[in-house]
Structure formats: structure tokens, C-alpha cells
């Protein structure tokens, strides 16, 4: 199974300021990786697949980066509602099938 | 626009099958596949399973082969997530959501599923 880890666990930062989100892949998944955000009580929404397209409607201050075995998203000018908990996923191959990071949250400092 | 509707919370007891649907509108439902997706309380997205809306085929997470049934019905763009033999940690949010190649695009917006 690949395992994708996620680092940091917690990131604080100020409104306006950029925020930097790592996912590590234990084997090479191409740019077979999509980010996600949740807010607490709803579903992940859809930021980053390939890694590195915007999914339909997400701003240009979220943009992701990596290939093979480590990925970033980086927010620039952080907003109120860019907080919550980010998720990478990766879809390279099957077996075994899609896996998530754990997951970074990310708080208003 | 795109939305998936899934049915209501349930409560079951360990042993118990619970039977999760999801509809789809705003696209032609056999366009794409759909995922199952479970998140258990304060923990990450666990992937479970993938089914083609067009063909029917599925594939499974090996935590979850042989315990978990996906089928869909096309006259309804309804799809359905069966799990069976319940246990406690199966207590989880279960999501729905459409599959791009990989890329989970839209979800539903989840059913809680307690079992207790």
C-alpha cells in the first residue's frame, strides 16, 4: 500500500500571510495527486488534481507543486475561510486503490 | 450543477447490514464513476471502493472485499453502498463521490452511520 504522510500536523498562521502544506508518497505516484480542504461538518471539496491543476472555481492563491514522491500546496494570502483541515490523495495505481495523508489543519494564529 | 444527495443517518447493531444510497443529478450519471469514501470520527478520508456507472464493474479496498456490495441503478442515476457484518469501528460519516480518473470531484454530503 502506498502510504502518503502529511506534514505538519497543525500549522498557524495569520489571516494574509502564505501557508506551505507538505505530502510525502512512500512510492513515486507520478502527478497522480489531488489536495482537498474540509471545514468541520462538511465534505472534503476538491482543490488540486494532477498535481498541480486547480479544480473548477478554486483561486489562483491555492497552487500545488511536486512529483514523484513529494508535493506541496501553497496558499498565498490567507483568508478566514482557508482554514480547516487539508488532505492529499493519491490515485496512481490499482492495486490497492486511492489513499489519503492523515491530514494537516490549519489554524488562524 | 452537480449534486449528489445521499439518504439519512442510521443507527445498527454490531452484526448488522446498513444499505447507504446516493442520487445523482446535474450530469449524465454514466459519464462517470463514483468512490466510496468513509471518515470515522476526528480521523482522515478512508478510501473503500469504485464502481463504474456504465459497466457496473467494482473495485474494492482490501479492508473492506467481501464485506462491502456497490451497485448502481441507471433509471434512477441512484447509486448504493452496502456494508455488512457491522462493528463498532465502522462508525464513520460515508461519503459519495463522483470519480474523474482518480480525482474525486464532488461529493455528497455524507450519511453518519452509528453502530451501537
Known amino acids: 500500500e502506498i502510504v502518503m504522510t502529511q506534514s505538519p500536523a497543525t500549522l498557524s498562521v495569520s489571516p494574509g500571510e502564505s501557508a506551505t502544506l507538505s505530502c510525502r508518497a512512500t512510492q513515486s505516484v507520478s502527478r497522480n495527486l489531488a489536495w482537498y480542504h474540509q471545514k468541520p461538518g462538511q465534505a472534503p471539496r476538491l482543490l488540486i488534481y494532477g498535481a498541480s491543476s486547480r479544480a473548477t472555481g478554486i483561486p489562483a492563491r491555492f497552487s500545488g507543486s511536486g512529483s514523484g514522491t513529494e508535493f506541496t500546496l501553497t496558499i498565498s494570502s490567507l483568508q478566514s475561510e482557508d482554514f480547516g483541515v487539508y488532505y492529499c490523495q493519491q490515485y496512481h495505481n490499482w492495486p490497492p486503490g486511492y489513499t489519503f495523508g492523515q491530514g494537516t489543519k490549519l489554524e488562524i494564529k | 450543477q452537480v449534486q449528489l444527495v445521499q439518504s439519512g443517518a442510521e443507527v445498527k447493531k454490531p452484526g448488522a447490514s446498513v444499505k447507504v444510497s446516493c442520487e445523482a443529478s446535474?450530469?449524465?450519471?454514466?459519464?462517470?464513476?463514483l468512490s466510496w469514501v468513509r471518515q470515522a470520527p476526528g480521523q482522515g478520508p478512508e478510501w473503500m471502493g469504485w464502481i463504474s456507472t456504465s459497466h457496473g464493474n467494482t473495485k474494492f479496498a482490501q479492508n473492506f472485499q467481501g464485506r462491502v456490495t456497490l451497485t448502481t441503478d441507471t433509471s434512477t442515476n441512484t447509486a448504493y453502498m452496502e456494508l455488512r457484518s457491522l462493528k463498532s469501528d465502522d462508525t464513520a460519516m460515508y461519503y459519495c463521490?463522483?470519480?474523474?480518473?482518480?480525482?474525486?470531484?464532488?461529493w455528497g454530503q455524507g450519511t453518519m452511520v452509528i453502530v451501537s
Open positions: 463521490a463522483r470519480d474523474d480518473g482518480g480525482t474525486l470531484d464532488f
Open positions: 446535474g450530469y449524465t450519471f454514466t459519464t462517470y464513476s
